[in-house]
């Protein structure tokens, strides 16, 4: 009888024991498995496109000094309506000829013995934006405004008119660039990555590249641009 219970609790003893190792193995796989999955790789792809410029974008304009504000206003008007109306004769669009700005503003003389100041004239000022699409005639629209009028130079800018295209073509080699980086890294860990749980198209400004100029070179006809080539970027960012 005595012999019965010290087997029947021994059992007992066994039972409880691998109940406890199954639930302690249990705990260790859940805990090793939830380590693993909180393995995260981040990686960032980058691209660049080199496109040669089919447009060039210049600004300039006229200002103009006046005893009073419409007379100012009115030699800027005169001299502007003349240059586009020369512009036009050399085949620029209308559509390729846009007004930025317009501006009247006085003139002061300040009498620094008694701190006092007064109006003693006006200027009137216009700004043009001339997209030119033919680079054989951009010489020439440079001299036919100073000749013109113009006497304002704000910048020469390259671009090209079909950027999407090429920024889709760097957008695609940036994430391939990306999905590269993240492979390299699963094999030196020994990891399966699987699909990315997050892409991001990072925001990256293109800017033209701006060539300045001083009024006096601008105008030589011996003056010779360039447009070079314009530079496109994509950046991308996986998340594993």
């Known amino acids: ?110 009498n620094k013995d008694d701190g006092t100041s007064k109006i003693t004239g006006f200027y009137a000022s216009t700004d043009l934006n001339i997209t030119v699409r033919d680079f054989s005639k951009l010489g020439k629209v440079v001299d036919t405004a100073f000749k013109n009028g113009i006497n304002t130079f704000s910048s020469l800018t390259f671009d090209v008119s079909n950027s999407a295209t090429f920024y889709n073509q760097a957008l695609s080699k940036a994430l391939e660039n990306a999905k590269q980086k993240a492979a390299t890294l699963a094999k030196g860990l020994g990891i399966s990555l699987g ?26 006809s011996s003056t010779q641009i360039q447009p070079g080539t314009i530079e496109i970027k994509a950046e991308v960012t996986l998340i594993y």
């Open 195 to 220: 699909k990315p749980k997050s892409v991001t198209e990072n925001t990256y400004i293109n800017t033209p590249p701006i060539v300045y100029k001083e009024l006096a070179s601008v105008s030589s």
């Open 1 to 110: 009888m005595k012999s019965r219970k010290i087997l029947a609790v021994g059992l007992a003893s066994l039972l409880l024991l691998a109940a406890f190792l199954t639930i302690f193995g249990i705990k260790v796989n859940a805990s090793s498995g939830s380590a693993q999955s909180k393995t995260e790789v981040t990686v960032r792809g980058q691209a660049t496109i080199y496109a040669e410029p089919d447009i060039a974008v210049l600004t300039f304009g006229v200002i103009s000094e006046g005893n009073r504000a419409e007379t100012a206003y009115f030699q800027t008007s005169s001299k502007i309506n003349r240059v586009i109306s020369e512009l036009k004769k050399l085949g620029i669009n209308s559509k390729d000829i846009k007004t930025l700005r317009m501006n009247v503003y006085p003139k002061y003389s300040y």
